[in-house]
C-alpha cells in the first residue's frame, strides 16, 4: 500500500493481515515504513500471505508485489508505486479518472488496473480514504473474505469507536463494490514492468570526499501538493481585510504579499494569494480567518494550478524554460 501519512494505510495493512491470519488461517506478516513520520510524507505498508503450511520467512519490504494500492493519486508523479509489479499484477488508484486515464498516466503497465472514487466516498459515507481502499484490494486479491475483514473491522472499532463502526462498514463495502477493473495485460502496448531496487545515490567506495552534501535539502523545491488529502484553502479577495493571521498560522509560508495602492493613495501591503505549491493543506488558515476570506474546498482537478499566485516567480520561469537572471 503506497501512501501518505494520515490516509490510514497502517491501521489498513494491519486490518487485513489480522482478517488472513486470525480469521482465514493463512500465514502472514505486515508492517509499514515511514519517512518522517509526518502528515503528509510518503508512507508505505507491507502485506504478505502464505498457505497454513508455507512459513513466511522474511520481513523485508515486499519488492515484487501481486497488488499494488495507491491511497493518493499524487503519488504516481513522486513514488515508483509500479516498481516490481508482477506479470499480470494488479494496481489499484484512489482516483475520479477511468481506468484507462490511469493506466496511461501509469506508463501502460502489463498489469490490471483498478480505480475506485475512495476519497469522494469516505467523504460521503462520513469515514476515511483506508476503510474504502481496503475494500478495493480485498476485492482485488480475490482470495480474503470480505466477512473476515468486516469481522476485524468489528472488533478494532466496534470496542474503542462505536460511533464510527456503521460508517467505516459502509465504507469499505462500497470501495469492494464500487471497485473498477480493467485487465490492459493483453494490450499490445502494455509495457513488462522491471524491478529496480532502491539503492542511495554513492556508498562508501564512492562517497564524496570530506562528506560533502552535494544536494542539500531545500525547501524552496519542495512540493508539498501531494500531501493534501482532497481539500485546499479557497481565498476570496474581496473578504480580505489583510489583517495577515492566515501567515501567522501557516507551518508553509504559503501566502503571497505585495505592495499596492491603498484608497488614500498612499501604499500598503497586500495579499495576493496562496502558493498551492506548498500548501499541504492543513486547513489552519481556515480557523485563523477572521473574515471568511478562506474557505475549506474539495479539490478539483485543475484548481490549484490555476488559483496559485507564484511565491518564487523566477523559480516558475525557470521551470517552464525562460532564462533566469539571478
Ligand atoms: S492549508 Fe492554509 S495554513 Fe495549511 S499549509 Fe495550506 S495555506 Fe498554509
Ligand atoms: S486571515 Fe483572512 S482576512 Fe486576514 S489576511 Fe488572511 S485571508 Fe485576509
Aim: proline share 6%; hydrophobic share 40%.
Amino acid at each position: 500500500m503506497e501512501s501518505i501519512g494520515g490516509l490510514g494505510a497502517h491501521v489498513a495493512g494491519q486490518i487485513l493481515a489480522e482478517a488472513g491470519v486470525l480469521r482465514m488461517g493463512f500465514n502472514g506478516a505486515n508492517f509499514s515504513s515511514y519517512g518522517s513520520e509526518k502528515k503528509g510524507s510518503p508512507i508505505k505498508a507491507y502485506v504478505r500471505f502464505c498457505a497454513a503450511d508455507q512459513e513466511v520467512r522474511t520481513s523485508s519490504p515486499v519488492d515484487r508485489p501481486h497488488v499494488v494500492a495507491v491511497f493518493h493519486e499524487g503519488l504516481l508523479k513522486t513514488e515508483p508505486v509500479l516498481s516490481g509489479l508482477l506479470p499480470a499484477g494488479v494496481v489499484i488508484v484512489n482516483s475520479a479518472h477511468t481506468a484507462d486515464h490511469v493506466w496511461q498516466s501509469l506508463g501502460r503497465p502489463f498489469a490490471t488496473v483498478g480505480v475506485v472514487n475512495a476519497l469522494a466516498i469516505a467523504v460521503g459515507e462520513r469515514s476515511r480514504v483506508n476503510t474504502v481502499m481496503l475494500g478495493a484490494v480485498v476485492r482485488a486479491t480475490r482470495f480474503i473474505k470480505p466477512e473476515a475483514v468486516r469481522d476485524v473491522i468489528r472488533a478494532t472499532l466496534g470496542e474503542r469507536y462505536p460511533q464510527l463502526l456503521a460508517s467505516n462498514l459502509r465504507a469499505f463495502d462500497r470501495g469492494y463494490r464500487d471497485l473498477l477493473l480493467e485487465d490492459f495485460s493483453s494490450a499490445a502496448e502494455s509495457v513488462p514492468q522491471s524491478y529496480v531496487r532502491p539503492a542511495p545515490p554513492f556508498g562508501y567506495l564512492d562517497a564524496p570526499l570530506g562528506g560533502a552534501v552535494l544536494d542539500p535539502g531545500n525547501t524552496v523545491l519542495k512540493d508539498l501538493s501531494v500531501s493534501r488529502n482532497g481539500f485546499l484553502p479557497a481565498f476570496h479577495r474581496g473578504k480580505c481585510v489583510d489583517c495577515a493571521l492566515c501567515d501567522l498560522v501557516c507551518p508553509d509560508f504559503c501566502f503571497v504579499w505585495a505592495v499596492g495602492p491603498k484608497p488614500d493613495g498612499s501604499e500598503a501591503i497586500h495579499l495576493k494569494g496562496i502558493d498551492y505549491r506548498f500548501c499541504k493543506g492543513c486547513m489552519k488558515c481556515i480557523d485563523a480567518c477572521p473574515t471568511l476570506a478562506l474557505t475549506r474546498e474539495r479539490e478539483e482537478e485543475g484548481y490549484a494550478e490555476q488559483h496559485s499566485v507564484p511565491l518564487f516567480p523566477r523559480l516558475e520561469a525557470s521551470r517552464n524554460g525562460a532564462a533566469v537572471r539571478h
